[in-house]
């Protein structure tokens, strides 16, 4: 019989190793009735052998469906998406694949037989009932897409729902095939941000084949080449020549012939004629055998960075206040300077422009005003310079400019005196009018050193010079200037060494009225005893105590003994007049000042009356608004001032109307030469007249004859100071003068 039922699958074209459709098995079960019949009305057909035969057919098909389940497991297995059999209902009849691990939300025996509503939250459970109606009921595919926790993070699903023609239970049924798309959703999400990084990328960027024709190009890459996309299809790597110079081409050709790359930076010329700075990089891809796919250029628009480093460069070599070239650009210059004159036989010189006083400026008016001041000096110099002329700030208000010409050996002395003309006029900044002096230092090469550092301290010496002697001033340097700036230094020491050891004293000149002799006052006048520089005068020593600043140390001292010197005197009986205290224009700009003299009178228990503060024209000129505010507190605290040296500046009415003067001091200079000198004596009258007319108190200093004498009581002078009446004495000599 197995022979026969071999026989009949065959005839029926069906394999015997194959489970047969169910379209298969009628075929063959009906032509099994027809031989089964006709075997029955066979006399020679016997019904044991009949019942034998189906048996073992009926063994052939529970082998052949074994072998059909095991083919359906093996192939459910490894389908790797979810696979599920639900009915209208929401309810999970089957599984029929489990996809892979972290796809069932609940282990499969817990999800057979439930309901969405019983397994997952509401939300999801709501979708997934709304989509499974909705494919039911339209007889349609429905696609959903969400995301869920899972083990190893939020995970991405498409569920692809579609209806049956089966019921279970009277319920309509659907199949769900649910599959996992984290990675795909990955590789999208990771193009979609390559392609937004390529289109929205500051740097253009073309993309070329092997053959080099035009497959993709950015925004960026068409604007920084100024070219329509439009016009791109089509085009090749050498279309692009137009935009860069022959000699970059070359170079761009040389390296990706022999390197397949390129790097450096460029200039494209663009349509309109104007040039952009870029970076061009080009890589080329090779595919995995070696061979040449694509070419990938990038152009990067570097215009700002060069901007920026040269803005960095600047900074770096230059004054920001200013924008003039810094020390450490200059000296790099001057070395250059001096080298190329050394070489070529050339001359030049340096010219050290120091302000004077500039920190007076700073202190009385700030540093936004000195600011201003710098930069308005800096202007008008320049005006006084040739095109080629290197000039620079060294810091503060120091200036260094770098002069080179071997023809006008007259050319450094020229414009410096061009310099120091600038400074005539006074300085407009804000309401306050300030005046600004100059004094200039100057060292040549290759006569005095070709040395940068030699020059620089030379320049510096003449500096020196010509502020110790009263500045605003142009001084050449010398050789002699080492012996000068030695004993500046030895001075120096010696002050030091005077202000420790007691080293200084106090002489008294009396001052005198013309008419009747009487003693009105005294004048301190500042001593010292001899030093290892040998005796000083106060014109020796007084301009090294102001450069040093140690006059504020020295002031001090001289007030101190001043107060002592009349407490002295009252408790030998004796009432001084008053007594003259010169006061240094350092010592007005010296913040805290007042308070420190208030503290100081009321220490000695003295009445400020006892004592004149004598401020020379210069000084009280120059004194600006700090130094007016001083004055004006003096005044308050019963101090007078008084006008030392008159004459020899040009103060204005206004200084002396605003502030109640005690007395005007005509200087020596013009007493000296008076009997001699009209000019002086026409200078002395109108002095006189002129206090007269402020109702002030005239006082010639320096009288040493009878006609000196003579002529200042013609001219009405009220007192006078000088050795025809009497040398500076000591306290105990001068007090003679008033018993």
Request: glycine share 6%; charged share 30%.
């Amino acid at each position: 019989m197995h022979r026969l039922l071999e026989k009949i699958l065959q005839e029926s074209g069906l394999d015997i190793n194959t489970v047969p459709a169910k379209e298969d098995w009628k075929v063959f079960l009906e032509r099994l009735d027809r031989i089964l019949a006709t075997e029955e009305n066979d006399p020679n057909f016997s019904g044991p052998v009949h019942h034998d035969s189906f048996q073992t057919h009926q063994a052939l098909l529970e082998i052949s469906q074994a072998r059909f389940q095991q083919r359906i497991a093996a192939l459910t297995s490894v389908i790797p998406d979810l696979i599920v059999y639900v009915d209208e209902e929401g309810k999970y009849l089957d599984i029929i694949s489990q996809g892979s691990e972290d796809m069932l939300y609940r282990p499969k025996e817990e999800i057979i037989g439930h309901t969405m509503e019983e397994i997952f939250p509401p939300e999801y459970a709501s979708l997934f009932l709304q989509a499974t109606l909705q494919a039911i009921n339209t007889r349609q595919l429905t696609v959903i897409t969400y995301d869920m926790p899972g083990r190893s993070g939020k995970r991405f699903y498409e569920a692809r729902i579609m209806p049956t023609h089966v019921k279970e239970n009277g319920k309509r049924t659907s199949i769900a095939i649910v599959r996992d798309m984290t990675a795909e959703k990955k590789s999208i999400e990771y193009f979609n941000l390559l392609k937004k990084i390529f289109h929205d990328a500051t740097e253009g960027i073309l993309i070329i084949s092997s053959d080099n024709q035009y497959l993709e190009v950015n925004d960026a890459f068409c604007r920084m080449l100024e070219i329509d996309r439009e016009d791109l299809p089509g085009s090749k790597l050498n279309d692009y020549a137009d935009f860069f110079d022959r000699e970059t081409m070359e170079r761009i050709s040389r390296r990706m012939e022999a390197e397949n790359f390129f790097s450096g930076e460029v200039k494209i010329l663009k349509p309109d004629g104007s040039e952009l700075p870029a970076w061009l990089t080009i890589d080329t891809v090779f595919s995995d055998e070696g061979e040449t796919t694509y070419r990938v250029a990038m152009l990067t628009d570097i215009s700002e960075l060069k901007k920026s480093r040269e803005q960095l460069h600047f900074t770096a070599t230059h004054d920001l206040l200013t924008e003039l070239p810094n020390r450490r650009l200059l000296f790099q210059r001057l070395e250059e300077t001096l080298v190329r004159c050394r070489d070529q036989g050339r001359s030049g010189a340096l010219l050290l422009i120091d302000l004077d006083d500039f920190k007076e400026i700073n202190d009385t008016a700030g540093h936004s005003a000195g600011d201003r001041v710098l930069q308005e000096c800096v202007s008008r110099i320049r005006q006084s310079l040739g095109r080629d002329d290197l000039f620079g700030r060294l810091g503060g208000d120091e200036f260094l400019l770098i002069l080179e010409d071997d023809e006008d050996k007259d050319l450094p002395l020229k414009t410096a005196e061009k310099i120091i003309e600038v400074f005539q006029r006074p300085f407009q900044i804000g309401d306050e009018l300030l005046d600004v002096g100059a004094s200039i230092g100057i060292a040549c090469f290759p006569e005095d050193s070709t040395e940068s550092g030699e020059l620089i301290q030379y320049a510096d010496m003449a500096i020196t010079h010509a502020k110790q002697n009263g500045g605003k001033r142009i001084t050449r340097y010398s050789h002699t200037f080492d012996e000068d700036l030695k004993r500046f230094y030895r001075i120096e020491r010696a002050l030091k060494e005077a202000l420790s050891t007691g080293g200084f004293y106090l002489n008294y000149q009396p001052q005198v009225d013309i008419t009747t002799g009487e003693v009105k006052g005294f004048e301190a006048l500042l001593r010292i005893r001899e030093t290892e520089c040998g005796p000083l005068s106060p014109a020796e020593f007084i301009p090294v105590a102001e450069e040093s600043e140690l006059i504020i140390t020295i002031g001090y001292w001289v007030f101190d003994e001043v107060c002592r010197q009349i407490v002295e005197w009252k408790k030998q009986g004796v009432t001084p007049p008053v007594i003259g205290v010169n006061l240094s224009r350092r010592q007005l700009m010296e913040e805290g000042f007042c308070d420190e003299i208030r503290r100081r009178v009321s220490h000695y228990d003295i009445s400020p009356s006892s004592i004149e503060f004598e401020i020379t024209e210069t000084t009280f000129m120059h004194s600006r608004q700090q130094g007016y505010q001083v004055i004006d507190t003096l005044q308050k605290m019963g101090f007078r001032p008084s006008i030392d040296d008159f004459g020899t500046g040009y103060s204005s009415l206004a200084n002396l109307k605003q502030f109640t003067v005690n007395k005007l001091k005509i200087d020596r200079s013009f007493v000296s030469d008076m009997c001699s000198n009209e000019s002086d004596r026409a200078i002395i009258q109108a002095t006189i007249a002129l206090a007269k007319a402020f109702d002030l108190h005239t006082i010639a200093e320096g009288v040493e004859s009878a006609e000196q004498l003579r002529l200042l009581k013609e001219m009405e002078c009220d007192e006078i100071q000088g050795f025809y009446f009497s040398p500076p004495k000591n306290p105990e000599e001068a007090i003679a003068f008033l018993g």
